[in-house]
Structure formats: C-alpha cells, structure tokens
C-alpha cells in the first residue's frame, strides 16, 4: 500500500516480531464471507455470558451520575478493599489496599505498561516463550530487550533458569511469569516459584507474575499466588483479571498486587496515561468479587465438561500423547508427524472450517504445537470433532 503520510511508522513498532497470521485471517474471512459454518475455537474470549447478577451491579451504578465522571486512577477505595478482602479469603495473603493494590483496565494493560515502569532503554526483560504476546511488546515499546526463556515440553513447561544467558542476566530488571500458562496450560508447582523467587534476590529481578487463569484450575485444583511465597512481597508484583474467571473480556477490569514500590512505579506510568476505569464498571467489579464465587464455580464446570469432551474425543482419534489441562480454558496440542504449526492450522481451516491457533504465534518454541481455546459449546466440540475425523480418513478435501 502506498505510504501517504510520508514516514514509516515508529522503528519500537519495527521491532515487534512479525505478524503471522495474515494468512490465516484472510481464509477466515473469506470462509465467513461465503457462510461457511466456522467453529472458531482461536481466541482465548469466553462465549459464556457475563453472570447476570453482575449485568445488574452495572445497570445500578451506571444511573449514578456520580459515577460519569473521571475516575480516580487509583480505583475507587471500595475496589481496592474488595479486592484486599477477596484476595486474603482466596490466598490468605493481607495486602495493603493503599500501597498494595492497583486496580487496572484489564490486567493486559498494567502487564504492557509495567516494562515502561522499570526499564531503561538497553535493560532487559526475561520473557516466557511461548508466552502472552504483551510481555515482549511492553518491553520492546520500553526500549528494553526481550530475553526469551524457552518453555519446552521435557521440563514441563517451566523455563530453565540455570539455562539464561549471563550477559543478559546481567542487563535484566525484570522476569515475566505465567501460570497456569498461557499457551501451554502447565501449572508451576511450588518449588519452581520458589526457586523463581531465590533467582530473583540473587540477580535483582523485579517479578511480574502473570495470574490470569489463577481461579480456573480444575477438579478442584486451586492454583497459589507468588505472593503467598514467604518473602515474595520484596519483589514481586502479581496481575489478575476478572476477564475470564467471570466471562468480562470485553468490561476492561483486571488488577496488581504486591511489592508497594512496583505498585507505585505502575501507578505513575498510568496516572499519565489513563483516568482510570468507569466507576459503573469498578461497582460491577466488587459485586463479582464478594458474590461472584458460585458463578464463577459454574462456569468453570463447563469448560471441565469441554475440556474432557474434547481431550477425549481427540484421544479417540489416535491423538494419545495429549495432556488432560488442570488448568485454564485451553487445549495445547502436539501438531501430527510432518506438519508445522501452519500447515496443520491451515488444514483445519480448510477442510474442516475449524479455527484454532498455531503456537509459533506465542513465540519460536510454540512450533509444534497448535491450540485449541474451549470458548464453543460441548455440541460444537463434538462437531469439531466429528470434521476432524473426516480429514484424518481424508474424506473432507475440498477443490
Ligand atoms: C487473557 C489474558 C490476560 C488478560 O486479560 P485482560 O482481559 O486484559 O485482563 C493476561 N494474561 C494472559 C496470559 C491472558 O491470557
């Protein structure tokens, strides 16, 4: 396309890796546009409506005109004191709701923001690969340098971290952390985030430590907080979002607990960016945290339900090394001999009008893998299921 503006865009977008699902959106898009019926199971957006008791808390705060103005960047007191109050009940872990709690326009935002908190151009930021693609773009927009720790299969998706470069250990400031994991559903057992914690003291790391899928374990498994470590608080800064746990993707809610100085360091970088989120939407946000635990306990059980239909179903189909997740509303899946990443999504696509996502997309160690997001109903799944069968006997190749 010709460039109007006569510039390029910034070199720190340059930087970003590329984009590689072009491709893959096209034949999405053109699927759509000729009414094929597409099973989209791509993004990580729960299809579960918001619980309406929620809706409500909403519909109330909303017809206050003392919520249309601007927030208070620090979220409203009552917000940080839920907040404080659900997250001791949760993890028996006291938080200050003054200096140690920062509530964010969902937790993406503050996970982005927090490289431009801390890093001076040339630092370097320690990011999980696979992993949530904003770790490295935050850093990147920082001018800090991303150093990639691979997640592989063989330590269970828990990054190496007598493996890190030393130059770059030297230069680092910070390490992103994620679990339950983000694209490959492990969950870290306490001893890792233990270790994670001496390695940070020893080298001088702040640790962000990414809880988004903390509250959907499965099977009644419930996944700790870094900040319950004893001594975690010195450096460690945890993101949460009410975004999955209550299906609010698109309420822009999510929050930061933990070392008071991150907090502040956070705090100052949004307070110039952002008036923080609509009172109406911080209101809904207690009521979730005080009253939500049933629902959330609800929804949950239907993506168990998904999880074992779809595990199952692909274990029917001679797909046998695949793992049952204990843990958030994702599929990871080892691609069949003799496919990539791609070709096996743009297979599914094709012949099956399947939509999942290819794990080079989160990073260089995703190849080999694809995902599948549990975000369609068990009927859908069992349809899935059915087309995919119908390639893997080559029955469904079209022109
Ligand atoms: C979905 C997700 C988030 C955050 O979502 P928000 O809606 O911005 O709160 C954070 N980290 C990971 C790994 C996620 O998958």
Same mark, same amino acid.
């Given at each position: 396309?010709?460039? #109007?503006?006569?510039?390029? $865009?910034?070199?720190? !977008?340059?930087?970003?890796?590329?984009? !590689?699902? %072009?491709? @893959? /959106?096209? !034949?999405? =898009?053109?699927?759509? %546009?000729?009414? =094929?019926?597409?099973?989209?199971?791509?993004?990580?957006? +729960?299809? #579960?409506? #918001?619980?309406?008791?929620? @809706?409500?808390? &909403? *519909?109330?705060?909303?017809? /206050?005109?003392? *919520?249309?103005?601007?927030?208070?960047? %620090?979220?409203?007191?009552? &917000?940080?004191?839920?907040?404080?109050?659900?997250?001791?009940? =949760?993890?028996?872990? =006291?938080? /200050? +709701?003054?200096?140690?709690? &920062?509530?964010?326009?969902?937790?993406?935002?503050? @996970?982005?923001? $927090?490289?431009?908190?801390?890093? *001076?151009?040339?630092?370097?930021? !320690?990011? +999980?690969?696979?992993?949530?693609?904003?770790?490295?773009?935050? #850093?990147?927009? %920082?001018?800090?340098?991303?150093?990639?720790?691979?997640?592989?299969?063989? *330590?269970?998706?828990? +990054?190496?971290?007598?493996? @890190?470069?030393?130059t770059q250990l030297k230069r680092a400031k910070m390490m992103f952390l994620n679990y339950p994991n983000n694209p490959t559903t492990a969950c870290a057992p306490l001893e890792f985030m233990e270790e994670a914690l001496r390695f940070g003291k020893k080298n001088g790391l702040a640790i962000c430590y990414d809880a988004a899928y903390a509250e959907m374990g499965f099977e009644g498994y419930e996944a700790p907080s870094f900040l319950g470590i004893e001594g975690a608080k010195e450096r460690c800064i945890e993101f949460h979002s009410l975004s999955k746990t209550f299906s609010m993707t698109g309420w822009r809610i999510g929050f930061a607990v933990g070392n008071a100085d991150l907090i502040r360091f956070l705090g100052k970088i949004k307070s110039n960016v952002d008036s923080g989120i609509f009172q109406a939407v911080q209101w809904a946000g207690v009521t979730a945290l005080r009253e939500g635990a049933e629902e959330a306990r609800k929804i949950l059980k239907i993506y168990e339900e998904r999880r074992n239909v779809l595990v199952t179903g692909l274990r029917k189909l001679g797909w046998e090394n695949i793992e049952m997740p204990a843990a958030t509303f994702y599929v990871w899946i080892p691609v069949p001999p003799g496919y990539t990443s791609q070709e096996i999504t743009l297979k599914f696509l094709r012949e099956a009008d399947i939509v999942v996502t290819p794990g080079n997309g989160f990073g260089a160690n995703g190849e080999g893998y694809f995902r599948i997001a549990l975000t369609v109903p068990k009927q859908r799944i069992q349809e899935a299921l059915e087309r995919i069968a119908k390639i893997k006997a080559g029955k469904a190749k079209r022109p």
């Open positions: 396309m010709p460039n #109007t503006i006569g510039f390029e $865009m910034s070199e720190r !977008l340059g930087k970003l890796p590329p984009y !590689l699902f %072009a491709e @893959i /959106d096209r !034949l999405k =898009r053109e699927a759509v %546009a000729k009414g =094929r019926d597409i099973i989209d199971m791509g993004v990580g957006d +729960p299809d #579960t409506p #918001t619980p309406s008791f929620i @809706i409500e808390a &909403l *519909n109330r705060a909303s017809r /206050d005109a003392q *919520n249309h103005r601007y927030a208070l960047d %620090a979220g409203m007191p009552q &917000l940080r004191k839920a907040i404080a109050e659900w997250y001791e009940s =949760r993890y028996e872990v =006291r938080l /200050d +709701p003054e200096r140690e709690i &920062l509530p964010l326009i969902g937790s993406k935002e503050g @996970i982005a923001h $927090m490289p431009l908190a801390i890093l *001076n151009p040339g630092e370097v930021a !320690l990011i +999980p690969d696979p992993g949530y693609p904003p770790y490295r773009s935050g #850093t990147v927009f %920082a001018g800090g340098v991303p150093c990639l720790m691979p997640l592989l299969a063989e *330590n269970h998706f828990l +990054p190496d971290l007598g493996d @890190i470069d030393e």
